[in-house]
């Protein structure tokens, strides 16, 4: 029986499911009229694994209308011990070339491939495909790890959103054909947002390519250069952009933050006044202790620091504060996961005054515009949970300014979040952005 609502009304419906996939796949059977909405979200974003593309090549072939539905499609081949495998796929399956070549209305495409650099073992069919799809007016979004940045010079003046991360030191080296693009093919690319993710110290080479492109246009900047030598390239990518930041998600590097034993402190060269746009700001610090290299890291007296400077910075020019809307703090009380013995975390490390000291710095008037605060803490023990508990019992929310939209709560997510660059908007649609 066919519905009597609307297709408006029945997407709405619907939207409100897109997280839970068995109901989805429920609703698509109850009506005809459920089946084509149930079935754009389903299918709106798909991942290939090892032995996925034959099965998605036969719903193709079945349904060919499914391809119209999937807007997002992330080819993931990794070979880390966690979530990979040792052997590697993609080269040898054949379904994945005819699955691309149906996916016309793309618009992000995602590559998460190997750390053993055997991207040059694709077949000529499957990279032809690749470049064709580079090509595709809907694609918006691209996200690469582990390969070629060449795949810019096939396409890539339509992209608004970029992602690269460098998955091992290999990729890392400015000489490496991962990071061999030519100029004029950087210089089309015009992001509006831009991620860049290293797991060892290239991120200054990830910002040297970044610098090629043309960042005249970017709103959204997010860097993890944590396992950097310093801020420098991280200043010199913010000077480019600092006119049309409205948003910064920072991972400062170690070496950048305060190491209590032996005292360090090393000058950060990151200037603030420049960011005239910026609005929203996500920092994740790191708390631990190397004992492997008889460091002590507190990032506290570097993030304090910082926001200090930011207040002090007088970017409106007229003294009525800085026009930061939005913060988020995130704390991980650990080495973002590591679990080698040379790192530990102890219940001894969170320092609550430290907390107190930003409550006054929040308090002030130095952030007038300010209206939403979002604290989250992470570790791999008990001492995230000490910290909360400690914070609650003594009102540390209630101690900010009255009117404060605030969340202090316990997170479990360690790693850089890329998808806060790439997240669909509220209707679940990749079309929209929050820029």
Request: glycine share 4%; proline share 5%.
């Amino acid at each position: 029986m066919p519905s009597l609502l609307p297709q408006e009304i029945l997407r709405e419906i619907i939207c409100h499911l897109h997280n839970d996939k068995y109901a989805l796949k429920r609703c698509s059977l109850a009506s005809p009229s459920f089946t084509a909405v149930c079935q754009s979200r389903l299918f709106s974003k798909v991942i290939l694994r090892r032995g996925t593309a034959s099965n998605f090549k036969q719903v193709l072939n079945t349904s060919p209308h499914i391809a119209g539905y999937v807007a997002c499609l992330e080819i993931f081949d990794t070979d880390r011990a966690v979530e990979g495998s040792k052997k590697e796929w993609v080269s040898k399956d054949d379904a994945l070339a005819p699955c691309l070549l149906q996916l016309t209305r793309l618009k992000a495409l995602i590559i998460t491939y190997r750390t053993d650099d055997k991207a040059s073992q694709w077949p000529a069919d499957l990279q032809q495909c690749l470049e064709k799809t580079m090509k595709i007016p809907s694609l918006v979004c691209l996200e690469l790890t582990g390969y070629p940045l060449t795949l810019l010079e096939q396409g890539g003046a339509g992209l608004k959103h970029l992602a690269l991360r460098s998955p091992s030191s290999r990729f890392s080296d400015t000489k490496s054909p991962w990071l061999s693009i030519a100029d004029t093919a950087a210089a089309r690319v015009q992001p509006l947002s831009l991620a860049l993710d290293s797991e060892d110290q290239g991120i200054e080479s990830l910002i040297c390519l970044a610098l090629k492109l043309d960042l005249s246009k970017l709103k959204r900047l997010g860097v993890n250069a944590s396992l950097g030598n310093d801020h420098d390239a991280v200043a010199q990518l913010l000077q480019v952009c600092a006119g049309t930041l409205e948003e910064l998600i920072f991972y400062p590097c170690y070496s950048g933050q305060q190491a209590v034993y032996p005292k360090k402190f090393y000058p950060d060269p990151i200037n603030l006044s420049i960011l005239t746009s910026l609005r929203r700001l996500t920092i994740h610090v790191d708390m631990f202790e190397d004992r492997k290299m008889n460091n002590y890291y507190d990032s506290f007296p570097w993030l304090l620091s910082f926001l200090s400077r930011l207040a002090n910075s007088s970017t409106n020019n007229t003294g009525a504060g800085h026009l930061l809307e939005e913060l988020n703090i995130h704390v991980s009380y650990d080495n973002t996961g590591q679990t080698h013995s040379s790192y530990i975390c102890t219940p001894e490390l969170p320092d609550i005054d430290s907390w107190w000291r930003m409550a006054r710095l929040l308090a002030a008037s130095s952030f007038p515009n300010l209206q939403k605060v979002t604290f989250e803490l992470s570790s791999w023990d008990e001492s995230a949970s000490l910290v909360l508990e400690d914070l609650r019992e003594a009102g540390y929310i209630s101690s900010l300014r009255e009117g404060l939209e605030v969340r202090l709560f316990e997170g479990n997510d360690l790693e850089f979040k890329s998808h806060t660059l790439f997240a669909p908007d509220a209707n679940h649609e990749w079309a929209g952005y929050r820029l």
